[in-house]
């Protein structure tokens, strides 16, 4: 039976009731929720990369130069640092920073503070870029939630927040 769209169900729905239907003992209530977490990831990602591309980036490109830009003059964090605040991989993040190095937006180089380890550096590029793109971002971050009021908002932001700590705890 093909599936119709309906405006008050959506996709997780429609996989909930066809899990109900074949296995009924099974208790899928967190489908619900995570279902709708990872469609709505998917979602987001593909938005943010939808505003980057106009700037001729990829949204893992934007999440490094902004970090760097937000983290305060004089725009450098260590590969570690920076990948504490990104959800890239130790593998990833390298063949990233080599790619946005290409770019020329951040460059690599020897720690002033410590000549045995490497800090990322925006370059005046990446700094322009960055400044450039950010508020653009930021609107299209606030239009994907442009449906909820100010107490909807505080309120889901809440429940992720507590979902994402209890969940990262062990």
Not at 11 to 39: C, F, H, N, Q, Y
Not at 62 to 86: D, E, F, H, M
Request: proline share 4%.
């Amino acid at each position: 039976m093909p599936f119709e769209m309906d405006q008050e169900r959506d996709l997780t729905d429609r996989g909930i009731e066809m899990w109900a239907r074949e296995v009924p003992e099974l208790d899928t209530s967190g489908k619900a929720v995570t279902g709708r977490l990872l469609m709505l990831g998917e979602m987001v990602f593909e938005r943010m990369n939808e505003t980057t591309t106009k700037f001729g980036l990829k949204y893992t490109t934007y999440a490094i130069i902004a970090t760097l830009r937000v983290s305060g003059p004089p725009y450098r964090l260590s590969p570690k640092a920076l990948q504490a605040t990104l959800l890239i991989t130790s593998g990833g993040l390298s063949n990233l920073l080599a790619r946005t190095e290409k770019q020329g937006l951040i460059r690599r180089m020897t720690d002033p503070e410590d000549g045995r380890g490497v800090v990322v550096e925006l370059t005046e590029e990446g700094l322009r870029t960055a400044t450039e793109v950010m508020p653009v971002q930021a609107e299209a971050e606030r239009n994907l939630t442009r449906m909820f009021s100010e107490d909807e908002r505080q309120l889901l932001i809440d429940l992720l927040r507590r979902m994402i700590l209890i969940n990262s705890i062990g």
